[in-house]
């Protein structure tokens, strides 16, 4: 069916950036939103920002706000996150969350496998 793959985690210093990809591959028929959550360890996993597919809304969370920018390339199915100015608080794993509808099947809600973000000097 659909799977979301990301890739651009790491270890960054304080004020450093960083850009997670994620693509979605599959039977896919459209993509309704795709975006990024955070989960820090022994934390709840919590919303950093989204983006309507089709019209390119965004929404970020307070936390988040002026210092990430998330985008997408439609034609490969893909959304970033460009992540400045990182904070040792922004630490934690990062998910990928797409609200995908598949060929020939309904519309839900898929997770990539998460990506390591570490800031830290």
């Known amino acids: 069916q659909v799977q979301l793959v990301e890739s651009g985690g790491g270890l960054v210093q304080p004020g450093g950036s960083l850009r997670l990809s994620c693509a979605a591959s599959?039977?896919?028929?459209?993509?309704?939103?795709m975006g990024w959550y955070s989960q820090a360890p022994g934390k709840q996993r919590e919303l950093a920002a989204t983006m309507s597919w089709s019209g390119g809304g965004t929404y970020y969370a307070d936390s988040v706000k002026g210092r990430f920018i998330i985008s997408r390339d439609k034609d490969k199915s893909t959304v970033y996150l460009q992540m400045n100015s990182l904070k040792p608080e922004d630490t934690a794993v990062y998910y990928c969350?797409?609200?995908?509808?598949?060929?020939?099947?309904?519309?839900?809600?898929?997770w990539g496998q998460g990506t390591q973000v570490t800031v830290s000097s």
């Open positions: 599959g039977s896919i028929f459209s993509i309704y939103a």
């Open positions: 969350y797409g609200r995908i509808t598949p060929r020939q099947a309904i519309t839900n809600d898929y």
